[in-house]
């Protein structure tokens, strides 16, 4: 167990529909990274939040958006959601905004008919 | 470009049998290295890392390299188990850690 939670851990949904994932980092980390990961393809990044701010942006679209709150949670936000959006959906925490080691969460599996 | 290249794609290997995985990167500046385990379905789980000035990190039957000059990392997995069965992947940061660029992944199938 890594510490990182990620709910739901499955999800079915129809294109042009908006869901939320929402990730619960380690305790005391304040980094949380979001990765998108399509069938039998590597991990893309997406977007990165420390302490509440956004610190780096990866090749998120722009039907995305995420946000991390003061308690440190975080939600990835998908809208007019298309058949290519079915992937794992992966949160990460680490301690710092730059150092420390990477713990993953199990992944949201999205399915969009 | 900041890549991360992984050879081969995939390999087979029969249980006990040691395996070895490259890794090339471009990432500059260099900061760390890190090697992933991924069970298909699950979340990666971190089994090395290493900084500039290190060669060689052990984690078990895990044990990884780095050449910092010319930007190659192995990882080599001794006695192999059913449970190797995994994608391996190599991560790479840059910036003192700012960015972390993946590979693609080696997908490891041990057959009993």
């Known amino acids: 167990d890594s510490g990182v939670t990620q709910t739901p851990k499955h999800l079915i949904t129809a294109t042009g529909q908006r869901v939320t994932l929402r990730c619960s980092p380690r305790s005391g980390d304040l980094s949380v990274y979001w990765y998108q990961q399509s069938l039998d393809q590597g991990l893309q990044f997406l977007i990165q939040y420390y302490n509440g701010e956004e610190r780096a942006k990866g090749n998120i679209l722009e039907r995305f958006s995420a946000q991390q709150f003061p308690d440190l949670h975080s939600e990835l936000n998908l809208s007019s959601l298309e058949l290519g959006d079915s992937a794992l959906y992966f949160c990460?925490?680490?301690?710092?905004?730059?150092?420390?080691?990477?713990?993953f969460g199990e992944g949201s599996r999205l399915t969009v008919l | 470009k900041n890549q991360v290249e992984q050879s081969p794609q995939s390999l087979i290997i029969l249980e006990g049998k040691n395996c070895t995985l490259q890794?090339?990167?471009?990432?500059?500046?260099?900061?760390?290295l890190r090697w992933y385990k991924q069970d298909t379905g699950r979340g990666p789980v971190s089994l090395t890392i290493m900084t500039f000035s290190e060669n060689t990190k052990s984690n078990g039957r895990y044990t990884a390299t780095l050449d910092a000059d010319t930007k190659q990392s192995s990882l080599h997995i001794t006695a192999s188990q059913l449970s190797d069965s995994a994608s391996y992947i190599c991560?790479?940061?840059?910036?003192?850690?700012?960015?972390?660029?993946f590979g693609p992944g080696t997908r490891l199938s041990v057959l009993p």
């Open positions: 990460a925490s680490s301690v710092g905004a730059t150092t420390g080691e990477l713990f």
């Open positions: 890794c090339n990167y471009t990432v500059s500046p260099f900061s760390n």
């Open positions: 991560v790479v940061s840059d910036n003192y850690g700012q960015n972390f660029v």
